[in-house]
């Protein structure tokens, strides 16, 4: 019975198995990647958001592409060990935070920093928004969950379409090794082996979201696992294969056809 994705063998298993079980393996572990990915942001930046939104003045918009800010800037609206929320009006420098992510409010954009590197955003010319504490501290206090719950979806969505995808394109080199190592494989086994060998590098991953939550883990930490969990997933791929049944042709071919058969 295949319902074990831990091991090569367990991965092997799952050749054999049907569609569902392979699907519904993916479905277990997404929603759990899908939980800690979001448990994670509810942890470490909603509450930051939350301080941000109070230090906010009392009337304050985006209107034209342009932020009016009557507040002393540069300022610190909120830090946290993963999220930085700051206003430089100019964008001087001034305000720089060792928070992992920085987001800093500018007269004219918003400036993203970390560790992947530096992003701009200019504001929106035909739209107002507000950013003023009457009006926002309501609106995040009843979307917040909400956001955390499509956030969720979005999230178990996107590793199920990647995984079919990735399977789909692995299954191509699943099939070439079980074929070279003659092994029991077809098609159809080679895609199906592929999704459940791509689970074991996504439970990786999601230990290490946990352990970045909890600060056990800083942002180079995090990266480092992501790269480590595409190298897992491909030694399953590599590895798996052989665990399989030999082809019943296998041991037709272990002789010799230009030796000459003995006599007695």
């Known amino acids: 019975m295949a319902w074990e994705p831990f091991t090569p063998r367990g991965v092997a298993a799952f050749a054999a198995a049907s569609l569902g079980r392979v699907l519904l393996v993916q479905l277990v572990v ?3 990647a899908a939980g800690t990915a979001t448990w994670c942001l509810g942890h470490t930046w909603w509450p930051t958001i939350s301080a941000a939104i109070l230090q906010l003045p009392e009337q304050g918009q985006i ?7 009557r507040k002393e800037s540069p300022t610190v609206l909120a830090e946290a060990r993963c999220l930085a929320l700051t206003v430089d009006l100019l964008h001087g420098g001034k305000v720089r935070s060792p928070a992992h992510v920085q987001i800093e409010f500018g007269e004219h954009d918003v ?8 992003l701009q955003w200019r504001y929106p010319p035909g739209y107002i928004i507000t950013f003023a504490r009457p009006d926002l501290q309501p609106w995040w206090g009843a979307w917040a969950p ?6 969720f979806l979005v999230t178990l969505a996107s590793l199920l379409l990647s995984w079919g995808v990735l399977a789909t394109v692995f299954s191509g080199p699943v099939w070439l090794i079980g074929f070279f190592a003659n092994r029991q494989l077809t098609w159809r086994g080679s895609w199906r082996l592929a999704g459940a060998g791509l689970v074991p590098g996504a439970l990786f991953f999601s230990g290490a979201i ?7 883990l800083d942002p180079v930490g995090l990266l480092l696992a992501w790269v480590l969990h595409l190298v897992i997933g491909c030694l399953y791929l590599a590895i798996s294969p052989f665990f399989l049944l030999r082809s019943p042709d296998a041991e037709n071919h272990k002789t010799n056809p230009f030796r000459e058969p003995q006599t007695k």
């Open 30 to 32: 997404g929603l759990w």
């Open 111 to 118: 400036e993203i920093f970390s560790l992947l590197g530096y």
């Open 210 to 216: 946990v352990l970045y939550g909890l600060g056990a």
């Open 63 to 69: 209107r034209g592409g342009h932020l009016t800010w």
């Open 146 to 151: 909400a956001l955390l719950a499509l956030i």
